[in-house]
């Protein structure tokens, strides 16, 4: 059963820095690419960052230079830490394998303000 649980999200004022966690369980984490996604009300999920089983990282072009994606393979845990926040940030953000896995989890809110 897979579980992906979301959290660390929160209200910051623009250029403030947040953390965000996903705890994963049911997959093999260690062997998956694992992504943070992020979804406004009325517009469609898009990938921000995400990271392969090798670490290599990517980003978004909106998010780069800005967020830095990592893992902890003994944790099965994923990470996201946002520096230099802007409102357009403001999102629900969620972790997963790919753009069309079935399962997401709750997703954790993170709300920049001007």
């Known amino acids: 059963q897979v579980q992906l649980v979301e959290s660390g999200g929160g209200l910051v004022q623009a250029g403030g820095s947040l953390r965000l966690s996903c705890a994963a369980s049911?997959?093999?984490?260690?062997?998956?690419?694992m992504n943070w996604y992020r979804q406004t009300p009325g517009k469609q999920r898009e990938w921000v960052a995400g990271?392969?089983?090798?670490?290599?990282?990517r980003y978004s072009e909106s998010v780069k230079g800005r967020f830095t994606v990592s893992r902890d393979n003994a944790k099965n845990t994923l990470y996201l830490q946002m520096n230099n926040l802007k409102p357009e940030d403001t999102a629900v953000y969620y972790c997963?394998?790919?753009?069309?896995?079935?399962?997401w989890g709750q997703g954790t809110q993170v709300t920049v303000s001007s």
């Open positions: 990271i392969s089983g090798m670490f290599v990282t």
């Open positions: 049911g997959i093999a984490f260690n062997a998956r690419t």
């Open positions: 997963n394998t790919d753009l069309y896995a079935p399962d």
